[in-house]
């Protein structure tokens, strides 16, 4: 029951993550035009923004070891996405014009600032969404015996739900769904998130574990 | 008794060849860049660049001005809106066409390009005789990203940065909102006009696509004009910022007036106003603006109509469809609809050649020859040569072709007798400019080979039959006109017979290299003869019935 309720967890934390990064790199193209380092940037940073999250995760995993102290990371996360398209301009904006004009923009500034505006505008939305695997790894896993198989059926959840994401976004969302509401729903998934988390959390000590198989001595 | 045995014509003699063109196009270089897999193709005569499975550009070896795409002709059209171009900005380089031509023509306009890919810069300078200077200037990166930062104001704005694929189109969507359209807008000065090459058509295929980027155009600029490609299936969407409406009179006088004053010196510039079209796509309602916050540009792209069949389809460059090269190439569009471009072009019309009787060059556009053609010599379909077809026969020359169609003066009401079907080529151009063509061929399997060509193609004005040519088809007679396709010592009388009075006949006579092409009216019951070439086909050869 633990598993299951973990699973969908990540499964949907997965697919926001990849939503973001397909979309994410369209957002960009009107600013940084749709150059081959915007792709790469929004791929490093989302990579950057796991190994962040998972590294993270799994620290405050061990640490709070309550279902509720998630919803303090993805309330923040999701209000960030929730007001994306009010501040994402401006930023990204910020960035393109602190080049003078009439100058051709540095070949490193060429590469770098693509990565740099997709990192503040995507990296911390997605390194929280990365905390919750490690997270709900600790969490559902109760005996180290069934670490293994725990870990296994929750990263794979969450590749899943990212492997869901990347065709919905690309082949759906974009033809049918404004950038701007993309990024709208995707915080309000987020924020959802969040309270599930927080309703769960009592209840989630008092659901069954996994069936504990004992090793025989 | 005696038979005919109607073998089609060899290669014609005394006739000007212009190029003679390989047909084989070789990849004389290829590498791949962060954007796409390139290719430079050779066939001796033309080089053509491909973007993955895209025709990017096509250019003439022995002159780099010519045999480039026809849409890029229409980035000349707003001259006709604005006669004080001296500034221009192309987005989008590939072989550079648009930029050579501008350079040649307009010595007092300077062209600013923008092109993403560096190795396509390179490519252009080694391949496609693009040199750098103060009037041709390029700079590497982003269009949207250029004209954002730019404080420079321009004449005209080109945008040529459009893809197809066979894995549908790569249209760059930052380049089509109406955020970018008011940048461009911002960087135009007073009578400033946007050239846009969409690839698609005004219904139909990519019916949606053209439609969207008309109507976002239009929230930006005060009038939109539209013109659509004869050879492919390009759409070069004019915008301008002047509010009047022009009218075709007007663009006409203008035209002439630039033409006859030397300002313009485009071969053809003229003959391309009759491309314009002012009403704006049937379903402009349907389509929506495109703005950065929702471009649906690929759910547009790929929703839109089916491509249509193969026998009425064009293709489409910069982003279009290859010749018939290499099989690895493979693209979505017709891959012969450049090369039948490019035949009629080189091979038949002025100033290489004299076809000028436009119907005739129409059909010689319109029908697929390497459907009449085996497999494995498809490659050559649009070379200037004939090929064999088996049987000891040939598919002729299509200079051959266009000129003895040409010389029997066909009319829509017509109707015309063959002699020798052969591939049944010669009666699909002639089913394209008259009401009903009997062919006859003494070839059985031949015979219905080409029926059964014809019939699949939809040429349903063709009647075709196995039999003996000599006689004519006297259920079928008079004829308007008679087209004989294998040389006889003299003219069969019961063909004489079947013509109409003021009928033509076209007909090779003599023997082996001797031969004449001969045109024959009837007049009052006699026949005026006129010779018109030296030809060798090969002969209406007479052998015994049982």
């Known amino acids: 029951m633990r598993r299951t309720l973990a699973a969908t967890l990540v499964f949907i934390g997965g697919f926001i993550i990849m939503v973001l990064e397909i979309v994410g790199a369209r957002f960009l193209a009107k600013d940084f035009g749709s150059s081959f380092h915007v792709w790469v940037s929004q791929i490093g940073v989302v990579l950057i923004a796991l190994a962040v999250g998972y590294y993270v995760g799994g620290a405050l995993g061990d640490r709070w070891q309550r279902l509720s102290g998630l919803a303090f990371l993805l309330f923040p996360a999701g209000g960030l996405l929730l007001s ?50 490690p997270y709900m790894i600790r969490l559902a896993t109760h005996n180290i015996a069934q670490v293994g198989r725990s870990s296994g059926f929750i990263i794979a959840s969450s590749t899943v739900g990212s492997i869901a994401g990347v065709f919905v976004a690309g082949f759906l969302l974009i033809d049918r769904v404004r950038l701007s509401d993309i990024f709208r729903i995707m915080g309000g998934l987020t924020v959802i998130l969040g309270i599930f988390c927080l309703v769960f959390d009592r209840l989630w000590l008092a659901l069954p574990a996994a069936r504990v198989t004992q090793p025989k001595t | 008794m005696i038979a005919l045995r109607a073998i089609l014509l060899a290669t014609a003699l005394a006739v000007p060849a212009r190029s003679a063109s390989g047909g084989i196009s070789r990849v004389i270089h290829e590498v791949t860049s962060p954007y796409h897999h390139i290719r430079v193709l050779d066939d001796g005569n033309f080089r053509t660049l491909c973007f993955d499975d895209a025709l990017e550009t096509s250019m003439s070896i022995q002159n780099p001005l010519t045999g480039h795409y026809e849409y890029t002709e229409y980035f000349h059209m707003p001259w006709l809106w604005n006669t004080n171009i001296s500034k221009v900005l192309i987005i989008g380089l590939g072989g550079g066409s648009a930029q050579r031509s501008f350079e040649h023509y307009y010595p007092r306009v300077t062209v600013d390009s923008v092109e993403i890919d560096p190795t396509v810069l390179q490519i252009a300078n080694d391949y496609f005789n693009f040199r750098e200077s103060e009037r041709q200037k390029v700079h590497l990166e982003d269009g949207r990203v250029y004209l954002r930062r730019s404080t420079a104001q321009y004449d005209l704005i080109v945008l040529d940065a459009y893809v197809q694929g066979r894995y549908g189109s790569c249209l760059p969507q930052h380049l089509a909102t109406q955020e970018f359209f008011q940048i461009a807008r911002d960087h135009l000065t007073t009578n400033g006009i946007v050239a846009y090459n969409v690839i698609g058509n005004v219904t139909g295929w990519h019916a949606e696509i053209v439609g969207a980027i008309y109507r976002t155009l239009t929230t930006v600029f005060p009038q939109v004009y ?31 007036l630039l033409v006859q004053s030397g300002r313009i010196e485009l071969p053809g510039f003229l003959d391309r106003l009759s491309s314009i079209q002012f009403a704006p796509p049937a379903n402009l309602a349907r389509c929506p603006i495109l703005t950065d916050d929702f471009a649906p540009v690929e759910g547009l792209a790929g929703g839109g109509g089916k491509t249509e069949s193969s026998r009425s389809r064009a293709n489409s460059p910069a982003g279009s469809a290859l010749p018939p ?222």
């Open chain 2, 325 to 546: 090269v290499d099989s690895r190439l493979r693209v979505e569009t017709d891959p012969f609809a450049t090369p039948r471009a490019r035949m009629v072009t080189d091979q038949l019309a002025p100033p290489g050649r004299g076809i000028t009787n436009a119907q005739v060059l129409h059909a010689m556009g319109k029908v697929p020859r390497q459907e009449f053609i085996p497999a494995q010599l498809r490659s050559q379909a649009y070379q200037d040569s004939p090929l064999p077809i088996g049987f000891n026969q040939t598919i002729s020359q299509p200079y051959i072709v266009a000129f003895m169609t040409e010389q029997l003066r066909p009319r829509p009401t017509d109707r015309v007798l063959e002699i020798g079907t052969g591939s049944g080529y010669q009666a699909a151009i002639l089913s394209e400019l008259v009401a009903q063509v009997y062919t006859i061929e003494i070839v059985p399997e031949l015979a219905r080979r080409a029926a059964a060509d014809l019939s699949r193609l939809g040429y349903t004005n063709v009647f075709p039959r196995a039999g003996d040519g000599y006689n004519g088809w006297p259920e079928a007679s008079p004829f308007d006109a008679i087209i004989v396709t294998c040389a006889p010592d003299k003219v069969p009388q019961p063909l004489v017979e079947q013509l109409k009075e003021g009928g033509r006949m076209i007909i090779p006579i003599g023997s082996g290299f001797d031969q004449q092409l001969v045109l024959l009216t009837k007049r009052a019951g006699i026949l005026e003869r006129r010779a018109m070439l030296p030809v060798r086909f090969v002969p209406m050869t007479r052998a015994l019935k049982p």
């Open chain 1, 84 to 133: 994306l398209p009010n501040w994402a301009d401006w930023l990204i904006g910020w960035i393109v014009t602190r080049h003078p004009e009439e100058q051709a923009i540095p070949p490193l500034w060429q590469k770098l600032d693509p990565v740099l505006g997709s990192a503040l505008v995507f990296l911390l939305p997605c390194v929280v969404l990365a905390t919750l695997s």
């Open chain 2, 226 to 256: 539209l013109f659509r490609c004869n050879t492919s299936q390009n759409i070069v969407l004019i915008a301008t910022k002047a509010r009047g409406r022009a009218e075709i009179n007007g663009l006409r006088q203008r035209a002439h």
